[in-house]
Nanobody, 115 residues
Framework: QVQVVESGGGLVQTGGSLRLSCAAS????????MGWYRQAPGKVREWVAR???????NYVDSVKGRFTISRENAKNTAYLQMNSLKPEDTAVYYC?????????WGKGTLVTVSS
């Protein structure tokens, strides 16, 4: 059984910052990549950022320069530092953990950016 839990969401004004955390626990072998996705109201879920075990990162264009993904391998934890937030960043943010051939998802954390 693997659990993935996101935290750190909340309400913030335009231009503000939030730091999301994603913690994986349970019977899990080596985690390869960890990623963040988001789903805005009425829209499909989109990929936001990804980090490999070795620390290689990539981002969707809309967040480049504003968001930073990082991870602590020993803690099976990833983070998403979000700066200069915009109303269009409002969404439920989900974490995906890749281990072997398996993907594990959390239940999400809500980020609301007020204008």
């Amino acid at each position: 059984q693997v659990q993935v839990v996101e935290s750190g969401g909340g309400l913030v004004q335009t231009g503000g910052s939030l730091r999301l955390s994603c913690a994986a626990s349970g019977t899990i072998s080596s985690i390869s990549a960890m990623g963040w996705y988001r789903q805005a109201p009425g829209k499909v879920r989109e990929w936001v950022a990804r980090i490999t075990r070795g620390g290689f990162t990539n981002y969707v264009d809309s967040v480049k320069g504003r968001f930073t993904i990082s991870r602590e391998n020993a803690k099976n934890t990833a983070y998403l530092q979000m700066n200069s937030l915009k109303p269009e960043d409002t969404a439920v943010y989900y974490c995906k953990v890749q281990s072997g051939d398996m993907d594990y998802w959390g239940k999400g954390t809500l980020v609301t950016v007020s204008s």
